[in-house]
């Protein structure tokens, strides 16, 4: 039946026709990870016996026909969404045995919903990797080409729907991790307005950037997840009032994009970039000029200073959210500290990765005294500058075709030992989360038989016309669903 080949919308088709139980659909998706996840380390736990209990009740909710589009269907979690009594890492030593007590709001939203969830995938630590290599747990690899990253920080969840070991996953995206991981993976991701996906329950990274969404095998799946995560939730201080509560469908026609200009920033496509990516890119504009939208040049100047700003606030926001971690409520602890400062020290110095560290340290250094205008107020400044950037181009056009990321997905450990290198790998997708603006990565082709992805930019809440515009696409080529050979048989 090829089960892992179907949509999400094919798969509550089975359910509901009860060709499948969702107990059967989910140990044929446990099967999958028990057999092919040993080569991909894109799960850190798997919890079978709560994914089948999940299931049970599901079957529960279609014969009795309180079932929605999702019931019944699995999902996998990136690891950074707290899970009652399911264990909770952000792939850091410093959790390796935490089990949360309550649930995050996009988990319990799910959850109520009747979705299975098969388990937490691998992560860069505590979401801070562009490749997630940085991982306690050891890094992911890309279904496409073990050698190679599956990007990050979302790379397990990537990893693993591209693998077709889940359907669909979560992510989350704080200077391109839903994104990246998905160009790389030859996925559509799309990180959402900042604000529009409870952030409750979200460990944190950098608190003004982070962003959940999805990761899935089209933009029709990614659509259906992400209408039933949004939404503003009272926990989260960071919840937009703004949000759009109804269900959307992917209705824009070939009619509606002849009223549609989309812009192509001339600052994206220079020698940064790689040449296939580029020819890609231009080559999926003939077929979106089929279809029927229109074209324009345009200029979003001052990019260039995108990645200075965002690794000046997210590491100053990081150096924050991560001062919790002090070895006495939660967490590692070191053993037999000598005093209150033994203990810190000590914690710290064996519970954080070296990635982490370096960013804990980049921000308390920006937020010192004497350094905090130099540095950080200086930063912010620049965030105003990119946002207004956006604003002058979207009210020009009404979206933007960008680049996801530089080059197709590089080798293990080749950009470890140059932290600028790594960071550079986030050129083109930083930029949108200073802003906090909606963009979705889409599948456009393959270079040396690596997925390439391109970003669609919107102005604020327009995620479902991003969404539109990409389902369009997909509906004229198939780079959405090719499936890397190795996993492509049951």
Known sequence: MDIYKKSIAELSDLLNKKIISSLEMTNYFIKRINSFDRELNSFI??????????????????????????????????????????????????LENYIPPFDATVVNK??????????????????????NESSYFGPVKN???????PGGSSGGSA????????????????????????????????????????RYGMIAYASSLDQGGPIGRSAEDCRILFDEIKGYDKNDPTSNHKVIQKKSNLKISKDDAKNITIGIPKEYF?????????????????????IGFNFKDISLSNQNLAI?????????????????YDGIKFGHRCSEPKNLEDLYLRTRKEGFGT???????????????????????????????????????LNQVDYIFAPTTPTVAFNIGEKTSDATEMYLSDIYTTPVNLSGLPAASIPIGFSNKLPIGMQIIGNYFSEHNILNIADLFQKETDWHLRIPENFNHE
């Open 159 to 198: 990893s693993a729907v591209a693998a077709r070991l889940a359907p669909i996953a979560t992510g989350s995206d704080t200077g391109g991790s839903i994104r990246q991981p998905a160009a790389f993976c030859g996925l559509t991701g799309l990180k959402p307005t900042y604000g529009s996906v409870s």
């Open 45 to 94: 736990t798997v919890d079978e016996e709560n994914a089948q209990k999940q299931a049970i009740n599901a079957d529960l909710l279609i014969a009795e026909k309180n079932n929605t589009l999702l019931t019944g269907i699995p999902i996998a979690h990136k690891d950074l969404f707290s899970t009652k009594d399911i264990l909770t890492t952000c792939a850091s030593k410093m």
């Open 143 to 149: 279904p496409w080409d073990l050698s190679k990253v």
């Open 308 to 324: 200075p700003a965002y690794y000046i606030i997210a590491s100053a926001e990081a150096s924050s959210n991560l001062s919790r």
């Open 110 to 131: 799910l959850d109520k919903l009747g979705m299975v969830k098969l388990g937490k995938t691998n992560m860069d630590e505590f979401a801070m990797g562009s490749s």
């Open 355 to 393: 990635e982490v560290k370096k960013r804990i340290m980049i921000g308390a250094y920006a937020l010192s005294s004497g350094y905090y205008d130099e540095y950080y107020m200086r930063a912010l400044k620049i965030r105003r500058i990119i946002r207004d950037n956006f604003a002058s181009a």
């Open 270 to 290: 220079l020698k940064d970039l790689d040449k296939d990516i580029s020819d890609s890119i231009f080559e999926s504009i003939k077929t979106f000029e089929k």
